[in-house]
Every structure is written in structure tokens, then in C-alpha cells.
């Protein structure tokens, strides 16, 4: 499985950006899908997940403002981020599972697949 994300960028305090993840080369719709960030000088740390029937976890410093969903029929998982903070700034990657269960969504080591990084930079 190949992931390929997009839709990085500068924006201002309290903006928006959606992050898109294509994946290819494998069944999109067996994959339970999430999307990670790090942040200079910190380790990586989950931001949300998809599973396979649509359920969504979030970690608790983005509910309520960043909404995770998946088009099986685009291959395509989206990561919606609204009222954006100077702390979300990190590089966000995306990634594929075919064996996580809900007990390790949130956990790094259970993903099998990585896309490359996208900038997401929230200036003051």
C-alpha cells in the first residue's frame, strides 16, 4: 500500500485546512486508517483514525475541531482541521492497517504503512 498526503500549509490562528491521504495498492475499504503528527523536538502522537465501519477516534486536544472521514470509492481519507492552534504545528502523516483492532488504533506500532509527511504550520 502507497500513501500519498497532501494539503499542508501556512495558516493564520483559528483557520482551516483539510488534509487529504490517497492510498493505493491494496483494499482501501480493509484498511483502518489514521493520521499522526510531530512537532519539532517531540515524538510523533496520534491525532485520529477511521476504522473500517466509519468509527472515529480522536486524541482529546483536537475533538470538537478536527473531523476524520474516509471515501472507500476514492481510496481517499480526510482529515478536516478547523480553529486551527499555534500547537497543531507539526508535519502530519497519514497511515494504512490492515491488522489494527480497536484496542491499538491510537498506537503507532500498528500501523503498517506510511505516507510521507505534510507541513501544517498555524502562526500567532
Known amino acids: 500500500v502507497q500513501l500519498q498526503a497532501s494539503g499542508g500549509g501556512l495558516v493564520q490562528a483559528g483557520g482551516s485546512l483539510t488534509l487529504s491521504c490517497v492510498a493505493s495498492?491494496?483494499?482501501?475499504?480493509?484498511?483502518?486508517m489514521g493520521w499522526f503528527r510531530q512537532a519539532p523536538g517531540k515524538e510523533r502522537e496520534f491525532v485520529s483514525a477511521?476504522?473500517?465501519?466509519?468509527?472515529?477516534y480522536y486524541v482529546d486536544s483536537v475533538k470538537g475541531r478536527f473531523t476524520i472521514s474516509r471515501d472507500n470509492n476514492k481510496n481517499t481519507v480526510y482529515l478536516q482541521m478547523n480553529s486551527l492552534e499555534p500547537e497543531d504545528t507539526a508535519i502530519y502523516s497519514c497511515?494504512?492497517?490492515?491488522?489494527?483492532?480497536?484496542?491499538?488504533?491510537?498506537?503507532?506500532?500498528?500501523?503498517?504503512?506510511w505516507g510521507q509527511g505534510t507541513q501544517v504550520t498555524v502562526s500567532s
Open positions: 497511515a494504512a492497517s490492515r491488522t489494527a483492532i480497536l484496542s491499538n488504533y491510537r498506537h503507532k506500532e500498528a500501523y503498517n504503512y
Open positions: 495498492g491494496g483494499a482501501f475499504s480493509r484498511l483502518v
Open positions: 477511521v476504522s473500517r465501519s466509519y468509527n472515529t
